[in-house]
């Protein structure tokens, strides 16, 4: 164990792993096939030496800080990088005037901002001159959604490049291939099985900083032998019990994973919808936020198809209140089922959307005198509540009095489906409709 002890010092003496086996060139960068494959737009770009302002847009750990220093170490520019916490307006002046000069002596810039969504608007804009002019090639590194975080002026003059989420095969080789590395632990024989770097890869969800710092920290905690370690099972499964969840409940993927609910369970994909919710639980979502989206899908896509789909969400919402994670998680799920498998209208929905649509389109005209009620003996003289017929008076409860004005009497909002329950909404509706135009109870 003495020999782990000074192993162990020996690591902490040099920089992380991720930081030591850092790719220097495009052969060796691993993923983002799509961008710097052979024949890629931005492959031939950084070839021919023709780089612009570019925005590197993409979850984190998939290498868009690497990529921008093979940019810069392939061009054969100056490498200058930015932090929103340490610079301000004025260093930003300072170095840019820099840039200036050393443009005007031939060599260029590359000025990399690594989270340029935490630069306020004011520090966006500082560069904005200097990429007009060309003093600068700015490349930004975000992993929130450009269109949101950077200035619309900034955002115009670059181009966005989405960055992928590694795949648990890329990974792998970049594990391997790491392990291969004279840079990686120099002097030691590293033995780590096939399978457990397909746990490391799984475990790290996309993130290659993760993966490298994850196998760094099973070696680190192996024992030693003769300049030899070997990572085991057992200590995988005591170091790697839960996998760092992809979920920002504060960024945009709390928004894309709750569309691919909604969408799911839209589409009565029930497996999907259980997997999409999974997501959110385990990403540490609100569960009474759920419940509020499970409210509003129980009426917007069921509707009265199926009137136990809001009976049972708001009984949902009432238990995530009360009991809150993790007893709570059955009962969402509970939720979610239910409405993946119930039958289908969106016609309370399109209802309010269209008489929305009519309320904007036309002029808001009082109320018919005839509905509105008496309170007073003047209200009375003036015609309030003059002809109005009482339902209940009627066989039929029914009368062919108007009740509204009558330039958009004829208009119609809900249109009933034939789903589930809503199919004998639509037969008394029709019925109803027919009913009228039938008869006349005599209103003047």
Avoid at 299 to 327: K, T, W
Wanted: charged share 25%; proline share 4%.
């Amino acid at each position: 164990m003495g020999q782990a002890s000074l192993f162990e010092e020996e690591m902490n003496q040099s920089a992380p792993l991720a930081s030591r086996v850092r790719p220097k060139t495009l052969d060796e960068f691993v993923g983002q096939g799509h961008l710097v494959g052979e024949g890629k737009f931005l492959r031939e770009m950084i070839d021919k030496d023709q780089i612009s302002s570019m925005i590197f847009w993409g979850p984190p750990g998939v290498g868009k800080t690497t990529l921008a220093e093979i940019i810069a170490k392939t061009t054969r520019s100056r490498f200058v990088t930015f932090s929103a916490v340490m610079n301000g307006i004025k260093e930003i002046r300072v170095i840019m005037n820099e840039a200036e000069e050393y443009r005007q002596l031939g060599e260029r810039t590359i000025v990399f901002i690594d989270e340029i969504h935490r630069f306020n608007k004011a520090q966006q804009d500082a560069f904005l001159p200097y990429v007009e002019k060309g003093s600068i090639i700015l490349i930004g590194a975000t992993t929130e959604n450009p269109s949101f975080e950077v200035n619309s002026a900034l955002l115009s003059r670059t181009r966005v490049f989405v960055l992928k989420q590694l795949t648990a095969e890329e990974l792998q080789m970049l594990l391997k291939r790491m392990l291969r590395s004279p840079l990686a632990f120099p002097d030691w024989d590293i033995e780590v099985s096939d399978s457990i770097l397909k746990q490391i890869a799984i475990y790290s969800n996309g993130d290659a900083r993760t993966a490298l710092n994850t196998l760094e920290m099973l070696v680190i905690n192996s024992e030693t032998r003769d300049q030899k370690v070997r990572v085991t099972e057992d200590l995988v499964e005591t170091l790697l019990d839960k996998k760092t969840a992809y979920y920002d409940k504060d960024g945009e993927e709390h928004y894309n994973i709750i569309s691919a609910l909604h969408k799911s369970m839209r589409n009565s994909d029930v497996d999907s919808a259980i997997y999409w919710l999974g997501r959110m639980i385990d990403g540490g979502e609100d569960p009474v936020y759920i419940a509020r989206r499970l409210l509003r899908f129980a009426s917007e896509d069921v509707g009265l198809a199926d009137n136990g789909a809001l009976n049972l969400a708001v009984n949902v919402f009432q238990a995530c209140r009360y009991i809150g994670l993790p007893e709570c998680d059955v009962h969402l799920t509970q939720c979610v089922i239910y409405l993946s498998l119930a039958p289908k209208s969106n016609a309370t929905y399109k209802a309010r959307t269209a008489v929305q649509k009519d309320i904007k389109k036309t002029i808001d005209e009082p109320v018919p005198l005839h509905l509105r009620n008496a309170t007073t003996k003047l209200m009375k003289e003036v015609g309030y509540g003059k002809g109005y017929q009482l339902a209940h008076f009627y066989d039929e409860k029914l009368t062919t009095m108007p009740t509204r004005p009558a330039s958009i009497s004829n208009h119609v909002y809900y249109q009933p489906t034939e789903e589930g329950h809503e199919a004998r909404m639509k037969q008394r509706l029709d019925y109803i409709t027919e009913w009228k135009r039938r008869n006349d109870t005599g209103f003047h």
